[in-house]
């Protein structure tokens, strides 16, 4: 069975740092891709950042670009999202999600696609506030 489980988060200054990270139980972790999405009460949930099986490919939402990086460590079955300038928005909960195998498919055809996660943590909060 698989469980993911998020840590890290909290509540951060505007334009701080927070590191997330994401504890994957199950055989499977190194062959599947992985992102990380956040949802706000109210709205609609926002996938943000993903990387491949093997962790060379990465794709980010225009929002988070150039702040946040994703990196997985599969010796250890752990997904990471370092986060810098951190904007003062919307308080949400970060998840992280298991996606499919990515081999013999484009990794960029399902990375941002919500439907093609089956797996979900149970979310770490983060708050952007002074």
């Known amino acids: 069975q698989v469980q993911l489980v998020e840590s890290g988060g909290g509540l951060a200054q505007p334009w701080g740092f927070l590191r997330l990270s994401c504890a994957a139980s199950?055989?499977?972790?190194?062959?599947?891709?992985m992102s990380w999405a956040r949802h706000s009460p109210g709205y609609v949930p926002e996938w943000g950042s993903g990387?491949?099986?093997?962790?060379?490919?990465?794709h980010y939402a225009d929002s988070v670009k150039g702040r946040f990086t994703i990196s997985r460590d599969n010796a250890k079955n752990t997904l990471y999202l370092h986060m810098n300038s951190l904007k003062p928005e919307k308080a949400a909960l970060y998840y992280c999600a298991k996606g499919p195998m990515d081999y013999g498919r484009s990794f960029y055809d399902i990375v941002s696609v919500l439907a093609e996660y089956d797996y979900w943590g149970q979310g770490t909060q983060v708050t952007v506030s002074s």
């Open positions: 199950g055989p499977t972790f190194a062959s599947q891709v």
């Open positions: 990387i491949s099986s093997s962790g060379s490919d990465t």
